[in-house]
Structures are given as C-alpha cells and as structure tokens.
C-alpha cells in the first residue's frame, strides 16, 4: 500500500549557490524519538509555509553578514510513502 500527500516544502537559495529543499532542522523542530530521520520541513497549507518564509527572510535581510543573501519561498511538494 502506498499513498502520496500534496504538502508544501521550502527552497532556500542565496546569491552563487543551488537552491534546495530544507529539512526540519531548519524549523527548530527537534526530534520527537533517538535516531529519527531527517526530513524535509513541511507544512500542511500554503499560507502556513508563507509564513514562515516571511519571518525567515525578514530575519536575514536584517543580518549584516553571509546569511543577509539568504532567501525561502514555499514550493509544492508530494510526499510518497510506500511500503520498502
């Protein structure tokens, strides 16, 4: 059995690098049990990745140092999970 959710991930990129997904790490988010896997930071809506890519962005453009390139934007992704 198998099935796909339609969810939104955030892409992080800044000026001479390539973009990529970011994981939950990047959200705060520690790990609910020992040796969890990382995963890709997701929310369930839009608005909710909006957010949160709003307040990350705000908090770089403030930085005077490397991280004042850094920018996020929400983009969809689908999670697969199926049976090994």
Known sequence: ?????KLWGVE???KGKNSHLISSTW???A???PEEPTRALL??????ARTWCKSRNQWS????????????????????VRKA
């Open 61 to 80: 453009k403030s930085r005077k140092d490397c991280c004042a390139t850094w920018r996020f934007r929400p983009v969809r992704v689908i999670e697969t």
């Open 43 to 48: 929310f369930n809506t839009r608005r909710q």
């Open 31 to 33: 790990s609910t049990y």
């Open 12 to 14: 992080y990129f800044s």
């Open 27 to 29: 959200g705060g988010q």
């Open 1 to 5: 059995m198998n099935w796909n959710r």
